[in-house]
DNA sequence: GTGTCTAAAGCACACACACG
DNA sequence: CGTGTGTGTGCTTTAGACAC
């Protein structure tokens, strides 16, 4: 499969998040939200500017919940109206409150999202498409960004998921994230999937007989790119407090397992270090979603503190992510333990260790 | 309470046309 | 011929209305 530039996708995910921290948001007043032909603005951020990273262009600007008019005559007639902004009555009958109760359920998906808590998501009550891409901004590249509900539905069925009109959006994407392979981006699965689905879409179209509008098949830009992996500056901004969540909860696990004086934190950057009569486990703690992205990260790290031991005693080298690994993972992680004889390699998720 | 239908809105894109 | 402007059509999802 052709990759298209991994890092430029990066580049545009720090870019954001960067420019709109969880504290910025729980400070952002209206017109930072959302504004007429102002594209600094929050919602031109999750729309326009992070387009490449999923697209959720097409409904009108409602999906923001509130929105200011670009014509101040205008009322329209699904939402309740002042001289310069349109909100869903859901939220509240007086601007200021509807924009207030907005605000909190952002802050709700960006919060589940940082933890992959994706049900809580299904919750909100704000557009399906721009909740959803929120919560993929923030999730770490934590499952693949595509918002159309169509499209999702076809795609997950595609590929063995039963699909009800009931079907929660969690469970799809938790569904389509484990049929993503090893090595290629979530960008990438996002694209290729797509594609598909437009190819089904357009024999659809065939067979119904409508006036052929020629679509083109999106195009994959820029050149093959596969060697960095740089996300600097990323993890500060959005995973830290998730970080140390994962990080508390294992210590806690391993604690009540083989007693708290055996478990230290940090100690030589070494995010859990657990010593045992004749072995010696390092664990690495990553936030991202998928396993293979959490082993990637981890392993160079575990590597090195493995090299900097003075003890003699047998090492087993941890990477502990949130969800568990799919299939091509689980071969991944056997294939990764077959390359090692001195060392003993394993990844270990959340989802494992509740279950003990 | 649940199901179905429709009106609503603005943006993207393609095309036609005018202009210099 | 290249560029700018205007128009029409299609795209999208769901709130709210209505039916059961």
Redesign the pocket.
């Given at each position: 499969m052709k990759k298209t530039d991994l890092n430029k996708d990066r580049a545009t995910l720090t870019d954001f998040l960067k420019t709109w921290p969880l504290e910025r948001i729980e400070k952002m007043s209206l017109d930072e939200y959302v504004n007429v032909k102002d594209p600094e603005t929050f919602c031109q951020y999750v729309e326009?500017k992070t387009r490449p990273l999923g697209s959720i262009?097409?409904?009108?600007?409602?999906?923001f919940g509130i929105y200011k008019?670009?014509?101040k005559k205008?009322?329209?007639?699904?939402?309740?109206s002042d001289d310069s902004h349109s909100w869903?009555?859901?939220f509240g009958e007086k601007k200021n409150v509807a924009f207030e109760s907005i605000k909190s359920e952002l802050i709700k998906i960006i919060e589940s999202a940082q933890r992959l808590d994706l049900e809580k998501i299904d919750d909100i009550?704000l557009?399906?498409?721009f909740k959803w891409k929120i919560a993929f901004l923030y999730s770490n590249e934590g499952f693949i960004p595509i918002f159309?509900?169509?499209?999702l539905h076809l795609i997950a069925e595609n590929l063995g998921l039963a699909i009800s009109?009931n079907t929660k959006y969690s469970e799809i994407h938790r569904f389509i994230a484990k049929t993503k392979p090893i090595g290629i981006s979530v960008y990438d699965y996002m694209r290729k999937l797509y594609s598909e689905y437009r190819i089904e879409?357009e024999s659809d179209?065939k067979d119904k007989q409508v006036?052929s509008?020629k679509r083109?098949a999106r195009k994959a830009t820029g050149q093959r790119n596969t060697s960095s992996q740089n996300r600097k500056g990323t993890r500060e901004y959005v995973a830290e407090q998730f970080h140390n969540e994962l990080q508390e909860k294992l210590e806690k696990f391993l604690s009540d397992k083989y007693g708290v004086d055996n478990v230290v934190l940090e100690e030589n950057y070494i995010d859990v270090k657990l010593t045992l009569k004749n072995e010696i486990r390092y664990y690495e703690v990553k936030t991202a979603g998928f396993a293979e992205d959490c082993i990637r990260q981890g392993l160079g790290q575990l590597l090195s503190y493995v090299h900097y031991e003075n003890d003699k005693r047998k090492k087993k080298l941890i990477v502990f992510g949130k969800n568990k690994p799919n299939d091509q993972e689980v071969d991944f992680i056997g294939f990764i333990k077959s390359q090692f004889n001195k060392v003993d390699f394993e990844y270990l998720s959340l989802t494992e260790i509740e279950n003990e």
């Amino acid at each position: 499969m052709k990759k298209t530039d991994l890092n430029k996708d990066r580049a545009t995910l720090t870019d954001f998040l960067k420019t709109w921290p969880l504290e910025r948001i729980e400070k952002m007043s209206l017109d930072e939200y959302v504004n007429v032909k102002d594209p600094e603005t929050f919602c031109q951020y999750v729309e326009t500017k992070t387009r490449p990273l999923g697209s959720i262009k097409g409904l009108n600007s409602i999906k923001f919940g509130i929105y200011k008019r670009g014509d101040k005559k205008k009322r329209p007639k699904n939402a309740v109206s002042d001289d310069s902004h349109s909100w869903l009555s859901y939220f509240g009958e007086k601007k200021n409150v509807a924009f207030e109760s907005i605000k909190s359920e952002l802050i709700k998906i960006i919060e589940s999202a940082q933890r992959l808590d994706l049900e809580k998501i299904d919750d909100i009550h704000l557009h399906s498409i721009f909740k959803w891409k929120i919560a993929f901004l923030y999730s770490n590249e934590g499952f693949i960004p595509i918002f159309k509900k169509d499209a999702l539905h076809l795609i997950a069925e595609n590929l063995g998921l039963a699909i009800s009109k009931n079907t929660k959006y969690s469970e799809i994407h938790r569904f389509i994230a484990k049929t993503k392979p090893i090595g290629i981006s979530v960008y990438d699965y996002m694209r290729k999937l797509y594609s598909e689905y437009r190819i089904e879409q357009e024999s659809d179209k065939k067979d119904k007989q409508v006036n052929s509008t020629k679509r083109k098949a999106r195009k994959a830009t820029g050149q093959r790119n596969t060697s960095s992996q740089n996300r600097k500056g990323t993890r500060e901004y959005v995973a830290e407090q998730f970080h140390n969540e994962l990080q508390e909860k294992l210590e806690k696990f391993l604690s009540d397992k083989y007693g708290v004086d055996n478990v230290v934190l940090e100690e030589n950057y070494i995010d859990v270090k657990l010593t045992l009569k004749n072995e010696i486990r390092y664990y690495e703690v990553k936030t991202a979603g998928f396993a293979e992205d959490c082993i990637r990260q981890g392993l160079g790290q575990l590597l090195s503190y493995v090299h900097y031991e003075n003890d003699k005693r047998k090492k087993k080298l941890i990477v502990f992510g949130k969800n568990k690994p799919n299939d091509q993972e689980v071969d991944f992680i056997g294939f990764i333990k077959s390359q090692f004889n001195k060392v003993d390699f394993e990844y270990l998720s959340l989802t494992e260790i509740e279950n003990e």
